[in-house]
């Protein structure tokens, strides 16, 4: 008992000591304690400030006018803008690749008669990345399997053509351009692409309707549209909407020589280096390529891409 005494006492001590010292600080030191709070309460305040975007008064798409006089229309293209907006991190990717890729893109819309807005819907519908759907649909366009060999599509073990950007962008145009005639509408269309066109002849039929925007669909494809001209507008306009990107930050194309094949391929990784490069280029750029070597019994003629030396760092 005597010992837990004095350690009482002792602690008492300190604690007074705290105090004194505390109150016999420098007003230079508590000027500099309050000029670094108040600081950092700005820096706070400015990094949490959040502003509601401004939305355009007249949109289109693939030269269709947006009725954005119409609020429901309004407010579901506001928050389209508003969610990828707000999403830094996807949208500057989003910004990046579309300078490597859009050049690619724009020419082969253009070769298969597609409105160049239809670029748009491949970043929603892929985020331009070679991904997989859960359904199973592929590549920048995303077909499924099925639809991708019902309009000609090479697609086993060893050839994927989905992930072949020019053959799948020429079936897209095809199907859309197809759409288009059922339905006498680009946007219509693009809403097809997503719901099908039974899925949207369906719909139309239901409500008495003759266009998307009269239409009350799933929250997919009610929501489809909108995000494609939401990309639309962020990509076309990134200042506008907070996003500076400079020049030698923006992902480049990366030109690339074709070569034709006609025989088998007994194994890429060697293949890859008699063209002076390595098996991961090789596939970079021939993603549609889906094992480590070719059957091709048939003697088809193959176009395999090899970029151009200098870009690659290789062993």
């Given amino acids: 008992m005597h010992l837990l005494s004095k350690i009482g006492l002792a602690a008492f001590a300190v604690v007074i000591c705290g105090l004194f010292i505390q109150a016999i600080q420098s007003p230079e030191v508590a000027s500099q304690t309050t000029e670094i709070a108040t600081s950092a309460e700005q820096q706070s305040s400015q990094t949490l400030r959040v502003e509601a975007l401004d939305i355009p008064d007249v949109m289109t798409f693939a030269g269709e006018r947006v009725p954005l006089q ?12 508003h969610v990828n907006t707000y999403w830094h991190s996807n949208m500057l990717l989003m910004i990046k690749k579309a300078n490597r890729f859009f050049s690619e893109i724009e020419p082969l819309l ?3 008669n597609l409105p160049d807005d239809f670029k748009y819907l491949a970043v929603a519908e892929s985020g331009l990345d070679n991904v997989t759907s859960h359904a199973g649909a592929s590549g920048f366009w995303q077909f499924m399997k099925a639809t991708g060999k019902e309009y000609g599509l090479e697609i086993n073990n060893y050839v994927d053509e989905r992930y072949n950007l020019e053959l799948a962008t020429k079936v897209a145009a095809q199907y859309l351009i197809n759409s288009k005639e059922l339905f006498g509408s680009w946007t219509t269309a693009a809403a097809a692409y997503n719901a099908g066109n039974a899925g949207i002849t369906k719909q139309m039929k239901r409500q008495d309707a003759t266009d998307y925007y009269s239409l009350l669909l799933n929250s997919e494809t009610g929501r489809y549209v909108f995000r494609i001209l939401a990309f639309k507008e962020i990509l ?33 990784a060697k293949f890859a280096k008699q063209q002076g ?6 596939k970079i750029h021939n993603p549609w390529l889906r094992d480590t070597y070719l ?12 970029p151009i030396p ?6």
Avoid at 249 to 259: G, N, S
Avoid at 295 to 306: D, E, F, H, R, T
Avoid at 310 to 315: N, S
Wanted: proline share 4%; no cysteine.
């Fill in 236 to 268: 076309s306009n990134p200042e506008k909407y907070g996003f500076y990107v400079d020049q030698q930050d923006l992902y480049q194309a990366i030109p690339t020589k074709t070569i034709i094949i006609e025989t088998p391929i007994e194994d890429f």
């Fill in 110 to 112: 253009k070769k298969y």
């Fill in 277 to 282: 490069i390595n098996y991961k280029i090789l």
């Fill in 295 to 306: 059957k091709n019994a048939s003697g088809k003629a193959y176009s395999i891409k090899i």
């Fill in 310 to 315: 200098g870009y690659y760092v290789l062993d």
């Fill in 70 to 81: 119409d609020t429901d229309v309004r407010e579901r293209l506001d928050r389209e803008i």
